[in-house]
């Protein structure tokens, strides 16, 4: 199992991971690697989350503020609704939520959902 963690030369893939995995491998070995994968991915995904915040909080010299639009279509990105749900529970129009979702992005100095609620969460925006 070889992995490799670095945030230097890539923001989007901050964690790579691959398993080599021998021919002559014994069935032993391979049930050992199929348990540990789901914690290997979690552990990554931590440290993916960590390096995004601390991205974040490099980048911030003052605090983050966002409307209060904002951070209603947040929190229903937090409890996994899409754009166009968050839309019809809004009363807005899917266009509407993705306008404050890149708001929310930029904002966070963030790419992606994950990364919103993340940071959002290590703020106590939401």
């Not at 992995?3 to 398993?19: D, G, I, M, Q, V």
């Not at 490099?58 to 951070?71: D, W, Y």
């Not at 899917?94 to 930029?106: A, D, G, P």
């Amino acid at each position: 199992m070889v992995c490799n963690y670095s945030t230097k030369n890539s923001t989007r893939t901050p964690a790579l991971c691959a398993a080599f995995v021998r021919k002559d491998q014994s069935s032993e070995d391979q049930e050992l690697l199929d348990g540990l994968t789901p914690y290997l991915s979690a552990a990554i995904g931590r440290l993916s989350a960590n390096a995004v915040v601390a991205k974040a909080q490099g980048k911030q010299s003052e605090p983050i503020v966002l409307t209060t639009r904002e951070k209603e279509i947040l929190q229903w990105v937090a409890v996994g609704k899409s754009c166009g749900e968050t839309g019809s529970i809004l009363g807005v129009t899917e266009r509407t939520v993705k306008f404050h979702l890149q708001n929310v992005y930029r904002k966070l100095a963030v790419v992606n959902r994950a990364q919103a609620v993340t940071v959002a969460h290590q703020y106590a925006l939401l």
